[in-house]
């Protein structure tokens, strides 16, 4: 049964940084695609960006420059670093894994929920 579960979200002001993780088994993050992606009530669930098999990276415009994915591989562990947060940032983040793009995955963490502040 493949598992993610998501942590460090919260509270944080507008111009500032959060880190969230995603713990991921059994699939290994070195040989499935990831992702991170975000929702906020009454909307769909939108891309953040998202890590092909072949290590390519690529990241929703919104976040281009400010958010960066990263992996853990020792760990498995799946990262989503985001700086210079903007009000737009609330929401509930989640992460995926196999068959990832900016539309979907296979499989889901539960979330964790980020509240940017003015």
């Known amino acids: 049964q493949e598992q993610l579960v998501e942590s460090g979200g919260g509270s944080v002001q507008a111009g500032g940084s959060l880190r969230l993780s995603c713990a991921i088994s059994?699939?290994?993050?070195?040989?499935?695609?990831v992702g991170w992606f975000r929702q906020v009530p009454g909307k769909e669930r939108e891309g953040v960006g998202f890590?092909?098999?072949?290590?390519?990276?690529t990241y929703v415009d919104s976040v281009k420059g400010r958010f960066t994915i990263s992996k853990d591989v020792a760990k498995n562990v799946l990262y989503l670093q985001m700086n210079s947060l903007e009000n737009e940032g609330t929401a509930m983040y989640y992460c995926g894994a196999r068959h990832c793009s900016l539309l979907r995955c296979d499989f889901w963490g539960q979330g964790t929920q980020v509240t940017v502040s003015p």
């Open positions: 059994p699939l290994p993050v070195t040989r499935n695609s």
């Open positions: 890590v092909a098999l072949n290590g390519s990276t």
